[in-house]
């Protein structure tokens, strides 16, 4: 049973290995991975939050999130500068039978406009965050929940910022160098058409 067992174990992890190769083979590339030979620190080092249009309750903590979620060990001269505009919100969970609530989501929702300072590109985009938390009867315990479903909303919300202008990133990447392999005539094609910046 225990030969069995082993070479099961065995065949999972030719199989597993086959496919990392695979995977590396057809050119696939996680969002968070650097590519080879590059050494750079986090994408938000490269960042400078320039604004947070957002109620004196998250803004502050919006701003704690970003600075939290930047690399401390490696610094980058500033490459982009990003503005916020985010509202909190919250939406009953579970409600009792005396119409109490006993649990909340705490959502916190916005949009974002990332500005590149080298040709003062701009990109764009729309994300949101979701925490539940619980009422309890000490109020004290209540407000505690609730600030810390802030602070989770908050990072959440971050990363998601985060994950959407890597994405839109590799986006613009990718059709720089679709339009560096066009041929000459086709290059210029589509710069009269206007499809490309």
Same mark, same amino acid.
């Given at each position: 049973?225990?030969?069995?067992?082993?070479?099961?174990?065995?065949?999972?992890?030719?199989?597993?290995?086959?496919?990392? *190769?695979?995977?590396?083979?057809?050119?696939?590339?996680?969002?968070?991975?650097?590519?080879?030979?590059?050494?750079?620190?986090?994408?938000?080092?490269? !960042?400078?939050?320039?604004? &947070?249009?957002?109620?004196?309750?998250? %803004?502050? &903590?919006?701003?704690? %999130?970003?600075?939290?979620?930047?690399?401390?060990?490696?610094?980058?001269?500033?490459?982009?500068?990003?503005?916020?505009?985010?509202?909190?919100?919250? /939406?009953?969970?579970?409600?009792?039978?005396?119409?109490? &609530?006993?649990?909340?989501?705490? !959502?916190?929702?916005?949009?974002? /406009?990332?500005?590149?300072?080298?040709? /003062?590109?701009?990109?764009?985009?729309?994300?949101?965050? &979701?925490?539940?938390?619980?009422?309890?009867?000490?109020?004290?315990?209540? *407000?505690?929940?609730?600030?810390?479903?802030?602070?989770?909303?908050?990072? /959440?919300?971050?990363? %998601?910022?985060?994950?959407? !202008?890597?994405?839109?990133?590799?986006?613009?990447?990718?059709?720089?160098?679709?339009?560096?392999?066009?041929?000459?005539?086709?290059?210029?094609?589509?710069?009269?058409?206007?499809?490309?910046?």
């Amino acid at each position: 049973m225990i030969d069995r067992v082993s070479h099961v174990n065995r065949v999972l992890a030719l199989l597993f290995g086959a496919s990392a *190769l695979f995977l590396s083979g057809c050119g696939f590339q996680p969002v968070y991975a650097t590519r080879e030979g590059q050494d750079q620190p986090g994408l938000l080092n490269a !960042i400078e939050m320039s604004d &947070v249009n957002a109620s004196p309750s998250i %803004a502050p &903590v919006i701003r704690e %999130a970003f600075e939290l979620r930047k690399s401390s060990s490696e610094a980058a001269s500033t490459e982009y500068f990003l503005a916020i505009k985010a509202r909190e919100s919250a /939406q009953n969970l579970a409600v009792q039978l005396d119409a109490s &609530v006993t649990r909340f989501n705490y !959502i916190i929702s916005g949009t974002y /406009q990332l500005r590149r300072a080298r040709d /003062q590109k701009t990109f764009t985009g729309k994300v949101s965050s &979701v925490v539940s938390f619980n009422v309890v009867n000490s109020q004290y315990s209540t *407000l505690y929940a609730e600030q810390k479903a802030r602070e989770k909303a908050a990072r /959440q919300f971050i990363e %998601a910022v985060e994950r959407d !202008i890597l994405l839109s990133l590799q986006d613009a990447d990718d059709e720089r160098d679709r339009v560096k392999a066009l041929p000459p005539d086709d290059y210029e094609l589509e710069i009269i058409d206007g499809e490309t910046q």
